[in-house]
């Protein structure tokens, strides 16, 4: 028997906003909401295949390149595509000290996360 990941937790500075952004990128739902903190996942609730998403509130902003980082793949749509989706959500081009010939796009989130669009689409 093995471990798996059910949840990732996340501070963040506004964890309504951040969530909020999330929940459109990953099509996810709020699970639940307590003391400033905000889980989202699948429609299907906890325990699913997808981990759910934890925000809890921090003081300081994040600073500094992530040492983790998310991966995305768009589901319904080709990579241009879900770049722009991303980008009028809120997403903003992050440098983390690629070369430009990649085949994924590097983005952070409202709050500087960042993550990475990838050119693969899955179902």
Known sequence: MA???SELVIPSQDPQRLAAFWCEVLDFVVLSTEE???E???REGFGGLQPTLFFL???EPKTGQLRMHFDVNATDRDQDAELERLLKLGARPADVGQRG???WHVLADPEGNEFCLLSGRLS
């Open 3 to 5: 471990s798996r990941i």
């Open 36 to 38: 400033g903190t905000v």
């Open 40 to 42: 989202i996942g699948p």
């Open 57 to 59: 509130p921090a003081a």
């Open 101 to 103: 010939d990649e085949s």
